[in-house]
């Protein structure tokens, strides 16, 4: 499984573990991703999306999963989150 948030295209990045004596190794500082179902309200029912806690602080500041799809970049969002995105817009626009 990937170790890349859904949403906001956040991975892994690489540093030093620096020691006391200022010797340097490679690590990885990974995102904190969690399995999460978040409900959209165009589709009516709840979508299971693998995102990093910063992605949920965002979605919940934008006023929920519809209104961050809405505004988030197509480059940034798995393929995943590029389907639902384009299935919440049909449905906006059917609605209209």
Same mark, same amino acid.
């Given at each position: 499984?990937?170790?890349v948030?859904?949403?906001t295209?956040?991975?892994?990045?690489?540093?030093?573990?620096? &020691?006391?004596?200022?010797?340097?190794?490679?690590?990885? @500082? !990974?995102?904190?991703?969690? *399995?999460?179902? /978040?409900?959209?309200?165009?589709?009516?029912?709840?979508?299971?999306?693998?995102?990093?806690?910063?992605?949920?602080? &965002?979605?919940?500041?934008?006023?929920?999963?519809?209104? @961050? !799809?809405?505004?988030?970049? *197509?480059?940034? /969002?798995?393929?995943?989150?590029?389907?639902?995105?384009k299935?919440i817009?049909?449905?906006?626009?059917?609605k209209?």
């Open positions: 499984m990937s170790r948030c859904e949403l295209g956040k991975g892994p990045m690489t540093g030093h573990n620096v &020691s006391h004596a200022n010797n340097k190794t490679k690590r990885r @500082f !990974l995102p904190n991703l969690n *399995d999460v179902t /978040l409900q959209s309200e165009t589709l009516g029912r709840g979508v299971k999306l693998r995102i990093s806690a910063s992605a949920l602080r &965002s979605v919940d500041h934008r006023g929920g999963l519809d209104k @961050f !799809l809405a505004k988030a970049k *197509d480059t940034e /969002l798995s393929t995943n989150a590029l389907k639902l995105k299935e817009a049909k449905a906006q626009a059917a209209a």
